[in-house]
């Protein structure tokens, strides 16, 4: 099944809530690849042995990799840290994650500075590009296995928003501007 994403509603509601703006408003994947965001649908049961994780991963240089459960029962500070990863931010680098198990939303602007959130699920691999602004929260389940993919050593620095003088989000809008119609690569 495909990866799910809709826009936001303006709620202030418990942020692990669907917020859809309403019920028929879904984003499609195109909508999502123009703004740089790619997407794959692998089988998360067989992720050690995966020949398409292997090629996407070969072909995008990420050598290193770990595991991450997300719960209540496994994280220190479990609340803070959510709210942490809801703080709206950017990264110098591509934010890669392969969900193997639960659900979560990742949310990202849009061009006219809209949130779309994303709902991932086991089998779903999303990478969000360096310099767009993004947040993350489980939903309502409150678990999430993810594998999270690096290019070199892993660096996970968010920089919150405003950032608009940082380089990656400089060279993020000057792609926006420049991408007319560019294929999505993925699924």
Same mark, same amino acid.
């Given at each position: ?14 942020? $692990?809530?669907?917020? /859809? ?15 740089? !965001? ?17 090629? *996407? ?13 997300? &719960?209540?029962?496994? !994280? ?6 959510? +709210? ?12 890669? $994650?392969? &969900? ?8 990202? $602007?849009? +061009?006219?500075? /809209?949130?779309? /959130? ?7 691999? *999303? ?41 990656? /989000? +400089?060279?993020?809008? +000057? ?13």
């Amino acid at each position: 099944m495909a990866m799910e994403a809709w826009f936001m509603d303006e709620s202030n509601e418990e942020q $692990r809530l669907p917020h /859809r703006s309403n019920q028929e408003d879904f984003v499609p994947l195109d909508h999502l690849a123009d703004l740089g !965001v790619l997407y794959w649908h692998l089988n998360p049961e067989d992720y050690e042995k995966d020949e398409e994780l292997k090629k *996407i991963r070969e072909a995008r240089g990420y050598n290193y990799m770990d595991l991450l459960d997300l &719960c209540p029962e496994k !994280v220190a500070n479990y609340e803070e840290k959510l +709210k942490n990863f809801y703080t709206e931010h950017i990264h110098a680098d591509e934010e890669i $994650r392969y &969900c193997l198990g639960g659900s979560g939303y990742f949310d990202v $602007r849009d +061009k006219d500075d /809209r949130w779309i /959130r994303i709902w991932i699920k086991a089998g779903d691999l *999303i990478v969000l590009p360096a310099g767009i602004y993004h947040r993350f929260t489980l939903d309502t389940n409150n678990y999430v296995k993810l594998m999270r993919l690096f290019v070199g050593e892993p660096v996970w620095t968010p920089f919150n928003r405003p950032q608009e003088d940082h380089p990656a /989000r +400089k060279e993020y809008i +000057k792609s926006l501007t420049e991408k007319v119609g560019v294929a999505l690569q993925a699924h």
